[in-house]
């Protein structure tokens, strides 16, 4: 591996050699790149991007992307509001964050343009679709003069293609309405980008065939805009050279990858664990952004018996999958935090029959609706507190895509060792980003077998044999899971207050005060590895993140590290309960520093149980942190 | 009952022949003396027996409110969950585990007001559940709010002015609902609340019964007019599919369609018009005539109310064609494969 490697997002402009291959203009090695696609929401820049990533997973780059929407379907077209884009750093080595700043800016109209240029450093390039910069599309977004020619985009490479009209003339034998010929303007410019940055180009007219396999004639018109994008850069002498980044073998263990985002990584992990706990899985879900797309993944594996209920509302979404649970299938709701709030009841129902329930939170920016595409980390203490009584329920958190795999797999172990509800707790920039996933060998996963209680276990008095529902195992304090049509073991439960042991009705004080501390004692005992800390330099400053802030801190402590600012980092995974070992590491640090996508919500979490004085660092503008600004106001606590 | 029923088909029998004791759970009942709910409980501990099915097969989920400590009472397995959800929770058990015979025991307030959502959709799913609703027109456990079904202007603690919106009528709403079978019994008609519960088994999808429950602290006599054997005569018209809707002393009443409006409406028979009386038939395709005769009886005095199945129809059931799906997703794609689920359609490899 380079050592270079980690001068991550150093500067804004890569080191790039210039070397000939047989291409007739000059190709450059790159070591890294930042693409951002950016267009209306109708001009498929999210497809675009994917097709993008895609082609360059497959060709081995390392790669992280932000895809950032609005909540419109189809916000009014030309307007800033409505502006879509998707943004792909890929490179030759590993790499932590989608960038913070684009290399190149693909810009379908003036909107785009002007809502993206000011991401941009100083050489980076554009590529616009001059098609658009006509009078009324640039009066729109308040260019009263056209930026190609005011000289406002001076400190910018500009290649100004008629995107729009050089499709129309690729697909002009197609017999295409104008209107329909136009709609692959956005594969133009794939073909375009692809042809720079020598991408492969199979899988996606592959992807193409598929996708309009019921109309072959867009299909086949698609891929021919494709190619003359592609043949454009050929030709043209606009776009002198174009770049090479090698693959990042190096970046990666050995094995089989595919590319992979949070939210389908976190629908194969329930998959993965229902089989590896050999119960049926059963989600309850109500549509709801940006979690949905974990209902539909899972509807498209009902041949691994996966049962997927789109209920009435986020009440019964989480209702159904309790009642599945008590019928001994895997239960999981989906959700994001409006969701969560409305679930409230019934989770404190679950902590209270104590049976094995997932609730997945795709965080999103709040409160109340809030921003519904964007990413945002302030469900915590919702997770850990939103609840009447004392009701603890574990939270654990993904940290990047991929994890979201086994962060799943580590809910479900807990849910079921431990006959609970357990929040797991991704993002909107897990659930839409996307990065390189080494697939796992089925061998691999952990055997998450549990077994249903199959006769009496208790003994009266008298010597009678008889079922106690709320009887515990002495190590793990979980209660037998008795599933109905198991003879002899009917029982009742409910959220009323049960008397230890027997399960029954019960309002004796002393009674309920042993069980609300029994349920807290059996989540606080909860099995989870210890917090590792990186910290090669012995460093005097701690940071300390969770969740998806991973890449973004992870990019920042390496530009500090390259700097010779010494500084340690750990991230939680396990939210509640903490790790045994997370007091003793924050009182080795002189400063503890929690970056969070909230108004420090972790931060208050370890002040109140550990009387640390942590610094809190927070953005809620609903993006991930930057890599360069977290390392700015990292360097101020380690200079502090 | 020896002949097998179709909708438990799946649903393993008992190995040897049950009694109302074998019901019965080693609980205390807690209802207040002289409540309607000790009736439909004896009902429902003696009527299974008449099904055989092997008891820990049988769910009884409830939500809140006096009726839902029912399940406490049943020796068979049960959950008692939170105010309106039982439908939902219902629907997640009976959509998993088909060889189960599940029960939802509910009451007006619980079911038709913080529940309302989940009630209406699993009658228009048709999930194989069978809901009791105990409707007293009261709220019992919170000690004697309105409720939704309680008459307007009723005057309680919460409304001493009198209440001012306007009642549901759980049967129309059924109905409206898309619920393949509804039905209305009393609890204290032990007979009658027992054919119900039976013809509500050997149904295949969502029941719904609604069951007149005395409550006797709170809104005690609130049913009195369909009870008192004089005034019952007139005031209860009782459904039987295939039978003249007719009623009050020596039948001398009958139900017909009024030829200009397409209502139904009450007369007096005679010979003339002996012929127009209505034949009830639950078992028709239409909901028209089934939601009219939910019209029928006056809200406030409860005259001309009828009981008995309503509507009895054939319609698909959600939890077999949710099965069906995944044999369907099998036979189609196989049984699914994990490592090939893994990796997708587009890897790479790496040698490192």
Request: proline share 6%; charged share 20%; net charge negative.
């Amino acid at each position: 591996m380079k050592t270079l490697t980690e001068g991550e997002d150093l500067s804004s402009a890569p080191a790039v050699t210039t070397t000939l291959t047989t291409r007739t203009t000059p190709v450059r090695q790159l070591d890294r790149v930042i693409i951002r696609f950016a267009g209306d929401s109708g001009d498929g820049m999210q497809l675009t991007g994917d097709r993008f990533t895609s082609e360059t997973a497959s060709f081995g780059n390392d790669l992280s992307t932000l895809p950032n929407f609005p909540a419109e379907i189809r916000a009014p077209a030309g307007t800033l509001p409505g502006v879509s884009s998707f943004q792909l750093h890929f490179a030759d080595h590993d790499i932590l964050t989608p960038g913070d700043a684009p290399n190149v800016l693909v810009a379908m109209n003036p909107a785009a343009l002007k809502a993206n240029v000011a991401d941009l450093p100083r050489g980076a390039e554009i590529i616009v679709n001059t098609d658009e910069f006509t009078k009324r599309p640039m009066a729109k977004v308040g260019y009263a003069t056209s930026p190609l020619e005011d000289g406002s985009l001076g400190a910018y490479h500009v290649h100004p293609v008629a995107l729009t009209s050089m499709t129309i003339e690729a697909l002009k034998d197609f017999g295409l309405s104008r209107k329909e010929a136009e709609r692959s303007k956005n594969m133009f410019a794939l073909g375009l980008l692809s042809w720079m940055y020598h991408r492969p180009t199979e899988g996606t007219e592959k992807f193409l065939r598929t996708k309009f396999a019921k109309k072959p004639q867009i299909a086949e018109a698609n891929v021919a805009a494709f190619r003359a994008g592609w043949n454009f850069g050929e030709t043209t002498e606009d776009f002198a050279v174009s770049y090479e980044v090698a693959p990042a073998t190096s970046a990666f263990p050995a094995g089989t990858y595919r590319n992979i985002s949070g939210n389908l990584a976190l629908s194969l992990g329930l998959i993965a664990a229902g089989r590896q706990a050999d119960l049926p899985l059963y989600l309850g879900s109500y549509p709801i952004t940006p979690a949905s797309d974990i209902l539909h993944e899972l509807s498209k594996h009902k041949n691994f018996g996966v049962r997927t209920f789109q209920a009435e509302d986020e009440i019964a979404g989480i209702g159904a999958a309790l009642g599945a649970a008590f019928g001994g299938s895997l239960g999981v709701t989906t959700t994001s935090g409006p969701g969560v709030a409305l679930k409230s009841e019934a989770i404190g129902l679950a902590v209270s029959l104590e049976l094995p329930l997932l609730i997945i939170d795709i965080q999103r920016g709040g409160p109340s609706t809030g921003l519904p595409t964007k990413t945002e980390q302030a469900d915590l203490l919702q997770a850990m507190y939103g609840r009447n009584g004392e009701a603890p329920v574990p939270v654990i958190a993904p940290r990047t895509p991929g994890d979201c795999f086994d962060a799943a797999i580590d809910a479900v172990r807990i849910a079921l060792a431990y006959r609970t509800p357990v929040f797991l707790l991704s993002d909107g920039y897990l659930a839409n980003g996307s990065e390189p996933w080494r697939v796992p060998e089925v061998d691999e996963l952990p055997d998450l077998r549990v077994q249903f209680a199959s006769g009496p276990n208790h003994e009266l008095a008298d010597g009678t044999e008889v079922f106690w529902p709320y009887k515990r195992d002495p190590k793990t304090l979980a209660r037998p899971w008795a599933v109905p049509g198991t003879p002899g073991l009917e029982h009742r439960i409910g959220g009323i207050e049960k008397q230890d042991g027997t399960g029954n009705i019960s309002y004796d004080p002393a009674n309920h005060d042993f069980m609300v501390r029994t349920r807290q004692a059996k989540i606080d005992n909860i099995e989870v590895p210890d917090l590792e800390v990186d910290d090669p330099h012995g460093a005097k400053t701690l940071v300390l993140g969770w969740g998806s802030t991973f890449g973004p801190i992870s990019a920042a402590v390496r530009r500090l590290r390259v700097e010779g600012k010494p500084i340690a980092q750990a991230h939680l995974r396990h939210l509640n309960p903490f790790p045994k070992n997370l007091g003793e590491v924050l009182k080795r640090y002189e400063h503890v520093v929690v970056p969070e996508m909230n108004l420090g919500q972790l931060a208050t979490l370890i002040r109140a149980k550990y009387l640390v004085d942590a610094i809190s660092y927070n953005q809620v503008n609903g993006m991930p942190f930057k890599a360069e600004q977290l390392a700015t106001a990292l360097k101020e606590a380690i200079d502090d | 009952m020896t002949e097998v029923i179709e909708a438990l088909s799946l649903v393993p029998k008992a190995e040897a022949k049950q009694s109302m004791k074998d019901f019965k759970s080693d609980q205390e009942v807690r209802w207040c003396p002289g409540c309607g709910d000790y009736a439909v409980l004896a009902a429902v501990q003696g009527f299974m027996p008449e099904l055989g099915l092997a008891k820990e097969n049988i769910v009884f989920v409830s939500g809140i409110g006096c009726s839902s400590r029912f399940p406490y009472y049943m020796n068979t397995y049960g959950m008692h969950s939170i105010h309106g959800r039982a439908p939902a929770i219902a629907t997640g058990l009976a959509s998993s585990r088909r060889d189960l015979s599940v029960w939802v025991v509910t009451g007006d307030g619980d079911a038709l007001s913080i529940g309302g959502n989940h009630l209406i959709h699993a009658l228009r799913r048709n999930v194989n559940l069978k809901i009791l609703l105990f409707n007293n027109r009261i709220y019992g456990l919170t000690k004697g709010q309105y409720s939704p079904t309680s008459e307007v202007g009723k005057i309680t603690k919460s409304t001493p002015m009198g209440s001012l919106d306007a009642p549901f009528n759980p049967v129309s709403l059924a109905i409206g609902a898309e619920a393949s079978f509804v039905a209305r019994t009393v609890d204290s008609d032990r007979k009658h609340l027992t054919s119900v519960l039976r013809a509500a088994a050997e149904h295949q999808g969502t029941a719904l019964i609604e069951i007149y429950q005395n409550c006797n602290i709170f809104n005690d006599g609130a049913f009195e007019v369909l009870k008192d054997k004089q005034q019952a005569e007139e005031a209860v018209i009782r459904l039987e599919h295939g039978q003249l809707i007719r009623f009050g002393a020596d039948g001398s009443k009958g139900v017909v369609r009024d030829q200009a409006t397409g209502d139904l409406k009450v007369i007096a028979v005679t010979d003339e018009n002996a012929s127009q009386i209505l034949i009830h038939d639950a078992h028709t395709t239409s909901p028209t005539t089934a939601f009219a005769l939910s019209r029928l009886a006056d809200p406030d005095t409860l005259h001309h109310t009828p009981i008995g199945v309503f509507r009895s129809v054939d319609r698909p059931v959600y939890d077999t064609q949710m099965s069906d799906q995944l044999e369907t997703a099998i036979e189609q794609k196989g049984k699914g494969d994990l490592a090939t689920l893994l990796a997708g359609n587009d890897t790479w490899t790496t040698g490192r």
